[in-house]
């Protein structure tokens, strides 16, 4: 069985990759490429991830699992956390 893929800071980007690319993901999300572009440039998943509102990191590892990539959803969230800002 193949090492399942274990995120690092800054890793949506490899992640949508592994899922199939921006316009898999945003469809298997229900958002639109230019919504899965954000969250790839910004490193982040969108708020609503951690509030319990949607489960994306779940919906882009399970792409990824069909493509034969293993993606550990709960490593995605948590290297894909909003970061905090100064103020």
């Not at 999300?29 to 998943?45: E, M, N």
């Not at 509102?53 to 919906?59: G, L």
């Amino acid at each position: 069985m193949e090492t399942p893929f274990t995120c690092r800071e800054g890793s949506v980007a490899e992640a949508v990759d592994l899922a199939g690319g921006a316009i898999a993901v945003a469809k298997a999300c229900g958002k639109s490429r230019q919504a899965v572009d954000k969250w790839i440039r910004s490193d982040q998943l969108p708020r609503t991830e951690y509030t319990g509102e949607t489960r994306y990191a779940e919906v882009i590892s399970e792409l990824a699992l069909a493509r034969g990539k293993h993606l550990d959803p709960v490593a995605l969230r948590a290297n894909a956390s909003p970061k905090k800002s100064a103020a």
